[in-house]
């Protein structure tokens, strides 16, 4: 680990400066690959390990509980691929959730498909309207393309109330539990479907959270990112900035659909009037400003806070007040944490420890530069 108070001191030999008057900045320099690094991530790991065998040893309802916050940290993960990381507002993303949980859905109560292999269909028939959805883009921005989305989200249960033959109609849909048992090579019966969904569901959220996070840093996410920036100048770089607000809406509704297609594994019933609304759109979107948008962890944290703050303030309060409690919360929350949660945290933890890649120039220059002069040194 490399102060950087002993590059100021360095830098201050050379020039003649005091080093007490070098300009703040992080205390603590940690480079990628080294074995500081390397601790903490491990660190980290044991941590969400420790975390998800307490989760598994709480009572069934705490456990569902643990069990929707990972999907609901599944569907504002794709809606932070479009929104955070692309700058493309869209308030539609529950018709993404809800094609995701119909397909799956249909497919096990029609076709008796076995809930694993719904999967992939309904993660490719989302990308595919992603991709549809994504189009006006190319033409409109800003709110203009938020309302776009916004008819999406609002029709999408219209559409399934109508097409009553497959999805029920606004009675809904009823997944028999013996179709949504366990599979065979976990050695879980029915009765423990809960614990199955819990550890289903963390590995579905850990795999999208690497997935987007490997995205992000890829050619393709510093595209997405220089066209949130600014669109001229990515154009001006030879970003195709069509293909890449198309791919990135179609991106983001498969990771959202595969949430849809989760929570049909784990509440058996589906309702157009229940979880597929505009409301969700509003969850979704309030999960991801109060985790941070444009953050790896963002996501589920702000899955934490849309899951358990109205459960909270409900048990503190009765009736009405119940939301006007969530609401002053959810104000104060954004007031005094405008990054979010994640961002905020992040900006505190930068102000003592930074991580720097093993290539970075202050390296370079520290190391050619040689340690600083014990008669200079700031101790």
């Not at 929707?68 to 990381?85: E, K, P, Q, R």
């Not at 809800?98 to 076709?111: D, K, N, S």
């Amino acid at each position: 680990m490399t102060t950087i108070d002993d590059a100021a001191a360095t830098a201050a030999a050379k020039t003649g400066d005091t080093p007490g008057r070098a300009p703040r900045g992080p205390r603590f320099l940690i480079v990628q690959g080294s074995w500081q690094y390397r601790g903490l991530q491990l660190l980290g790991v044991a941590v969400v390990a420790l975390l998800l065998l307490w989760g598994a040893g709480q009572p069934a309802f705490r456990m569902g509980q643990f069990t929707n916050v990972f999907i609901i940290a599944i569907a504002i993960a794709g809606l932070n691929v479009v929104t955070g990381y692309t700058g493309l507002l869209s308030i539609g993303h529950s018709a993404f959730f809800g094609l995701g949980a119909y397909t799956t859905g249909i497919l096990i109560v029609e076709q008796q498909f076995a809930p694993l292999n719904t999967i992939p269909i309904a993660v490719g028939l989302c990308f595919v309207l992603g991709l549809l959805v994504g189009l006006p883009s190319l033409r409109i921005h800003g709110l203009y393309l938020a309302l776009v989305t916004l008819a999406v989200g609002v029709s999408f249960p219209e559409i399934v109330r109508r097409a009553e033959e497959l999805t029920g109609g606004a009675a809904g849909m009823v997944v028999r539990s013996r179709f949504l048992a366990p599979p065979e090579w976990t050695g879980l019966v029915r009765a423990e479907r809960g614990i199955w969904m819990f550890w289903f569901s963390a590995a579905v959220l850990a795999v999208v959270m690497l997935l987007v996070r490997n995205l992000v840093k890829s050619r393709f996410g510093v595209a997405m990112r220089a066209v949130r920036d600014n669109e001229i100048a990515a154009a001006a770089n030879g970003i195709s900035v069509a293909r890449t607000k198309i791919v990135a809406f179609g991106i983001s509704g498969a990771i959202t659909g595969l949430a849809g297609s989760l929570f049909t594994m784990y509440m058996g019933a589906l309702s157009p009037d229940g979880s597929f609304t505009l409301m969700k759109s509003i969850e979704f979107i309030t999960g991801l400003v109060l985790g941070g948008v444009a953050t790896q962890l963002g996501p589920l944290v702000g899955a934490v806070a849309v899951v358990f703050l109205p459960y909270w303030t409900a048990s503190y309060t009765e009736g009405p007040l119940a939301g006007v409690v969530f609401g002053i919360v959810l104000i104060i929350i954004v007031f005094l944490m405008p990054e979010g949660i994640v961002g905020r945290i992040g900006l505190l933890i930068r102000k003592v420890v930074h991580v720097i890649p093993s290539d970075h120039p202050r390296l370079r220059r520290v190391d050619a530069e040689g340690p600083p002069s014990p008669a200079r040194s700031p101790l």
